[in-house]
């Protein structure tokens, strides 16, 4: 079992940047995958971002790619979501996820955070 706890959400100008973080404890040697996924209102969960664990190897949903950057500290179980040139759609609440998956498919995940919610205003 791995758990995640989400953290540095909040409020954020259009154009302003946020990071966030995730910690793991647990077995997070179960694991192979760590990912970030959003949900806004009324909307599906969706991929964000995607690392391996154990290897190289950094994966973008393409309509993020260029503003949004994901990265691991495997000696502190943490990662982090570093978002820039936000924009008002990327308001959602963010979850951390953790599998033997990978990829954008939110089933590919056993362990999930509670989430960390960011709001981007004008």
């Known amino acids: 079992t791995v758990q995640l706890v989400e953290s540095g959400g909040g409020s954020v100008q259009a154009g302003g940047s946020l990071r966030l973080s995730c910690t793991a404890s647990g077995d997070t040697h179960s694991s192979n995958c760590m990912a970030w996924f959003r949900q806004a209102p009324g909307k599906e969960r969706e991929g964000v971002a995607y690392?391996?664990?154990?290897?190289?190897?950094?994966y973008y949903a393409d309509s993020l790619k260029g503003r949004f950057t994901i990265s691991q500290d495997n000696a502190k179980n943490s990662l982090y979501l570093q978002m820039n040139r936000t924009k008002l759609e990327d308001t959602a609440m963010y979850y951390c996820?953790?599998?033997?998956?990978?990829?954008?498919?939110?089933?590919?995940?056993?362990?999930w955070g509670q989430g960390t919610q960011v709001t981007v205003s004008s």
């Open positions: 690392t391996y664990i154990h290897g190289s190897g950094t």
């Open positions: 996820a953790a599998g033997l998956g990978c990829g954008f498919n939110a089933l590919t995940y056993e362990f």
